[in-house]
């Protein structure tokens, strides 16, 4: 009996007992279903990540300085000559000062996010300006009163147009001269709820020193070289490498991608245990059939069947009926992934893509038919070395 005719059988014998095959094929349906599930989840929540760090901008340091003794911080301008002097690593840089105080248009007051900060930040986050105009270099060195807000306070507070109109913050009277355009989906506390003064105004109204910076780097292949300038640069300003810290968005994305494809790897193993629970199953079914089949199998060795065709006969059949089981797990987790990534949009209001990989799906389908193969062997051995007179005795 060749191959073909043996998965021809066992597609008979599969079709002759559906309901059982159907639930011996369950837990191989159930693993290759969690698996392609989790498999996509995590695809989705990585691709997620990699969108919102690149929105952030990948290729930005973040620098954060604590001081120590009576070095507390390290100057605005010695920040730009650091940039300046390594012009193949370094390209931008602006300081980062947030300022406490109320926020009022009108005779309305509210809180919202006020930063200080250069001219350059708007090219370093990426952010565009919708209407009006960013700051600019003589706002920041006059300490001008002047400010870019963001999409929600324009549309909230000022419906005929923001850009000319007045605003206070922390008791100073500020010129808005431009309004970002919406980032996500402009709300109260969100990306768009914010305010953008000159660094210089924020230091003199807030009256506390620098000490966030963020800088562009060249290339992000150079970006571990680029930490490592900085970081020796404050090191030599405060002898401490305690006394601040430098984090590469790169290397911050790479950790995060790691660590979340460490926890999709544990929980597709987990899931993988329904495999292996389903190959028992196929074990089980497969033992039941070679007794129920002695008689036929003693009839086939008397004729002058050889070990080896009886064997291959039901580790085929084993592996026919996971392979099915894993093509129906494979058509279950592109379903589930469908609906989940309805849920998820529905949950978090992002709009988050469950994408299967193409190696999960083989991977998956790969071992359900192995496990056939392996959980199958040990029926087909014992079939194959049946004595046919025993066999043929068999009631």
Excluded: W
Aim: charged content about 15%.
């Amino acid at each position: 009996m060749n191959p073909f005719e043996s998965f021809e059988l066992a597609i008979k014998n599969i079709a002759a007992g559906k309901v059982r095959a159907f639930l011996t094929m369950l837990g191989i349906i159930i693993g290759v279903m969690a698996v392609i599930l989790i498999v996509g989840i995590g695809n989705g929540l990585s691709n997620y990540m990699v969108e919102q760090f690149q929105s952030m901008g990948t290729n930005t340091l973040n620098v954060s300085v604590f001081g120590r003794g009576s070095s507390r911080s390290v100057s605005p301008d010695a920040m730009y000559e650091l940039v300046e002097d390594n012009p193949g690593y370094l390209s931008l840089v602006s300081p980062v000062l947030g300022i406490n105080g109320s926020v009022k248009t009108g005779s309305e007051t509210y809180s919202t996010s006020v930063t200080g900060v250069s001219e350059d930040y708007f090219r370093i986050r990426q952010y565009e300006v919708a209407t009006g105009r960013g700051l600019y270099f003589v706002d920041v060195d006059k300490r001008s009163n002047v400010c870019v807000v963001g999409s929600y306070i324009a549309s909230e507070y000022y419906p005929g147009g923001a850009a000319g109109e007045k605003i206070r913050i922390a008791g100073a009277d500020f010129t808005i001269v431009g309004v970002l355009a919406e980032e996500a989906d402009s709300e109260e506390s969100g990306t768009d709820d914010a305010v953008y003064i000159p660094y210089s105004t924020a230091s003199r109204l807030g009256s506390s020193a620098i000490n966030t910076y963020v800088l562009t780097v060249v290339s992000e292949d150079e970006a571990a070289a680029s930490k490592k300038i900085v970081e020796d640069e404050l090191l030599d300003v405060f002898g401490n490498s305690n006394a601040y810290r430098v984090q590469s968005m790169t290397e911050l994305l790479a950790t995060m991608s790691q660590m979340l494809n460490i926890v999709i790897i544990v929980l597709a193993a987990i899931a993988g245990i329904s495999l292996v629970v389903g190959g028992v199953g196929i074990m089980n079914i497969m033992l039941v059939s070679v007794t129920e089949r002695t008689r036929e199998i003693g009839i086939r060795k008397a004729l002058g069947a050889k070990e080896r065709y009886i064997m291959s006969q039901f580790v085929i059949e084993a592996a026919t009926t996971s392979a099915i089981g894993g093509a129906l797990g494979i058509a279950a987790g592109y379903g589930l992934s469908k609906v989940a990534r309805q849920v998820l949009t529905a949950v978090t209001g992002e709009a988050l893509a469950v994408a299967p990989s193409t190696a999960a799906v083989l991977v998956a389908f790969g071992v359900s038919a192995a496990i056939g193969i392996l959980f199958g062997y040990l029926p087909a051995k014992k079939a194959a070395r049946l004595n046919p007179i025993d066999a043929l005795r068999y009631e």
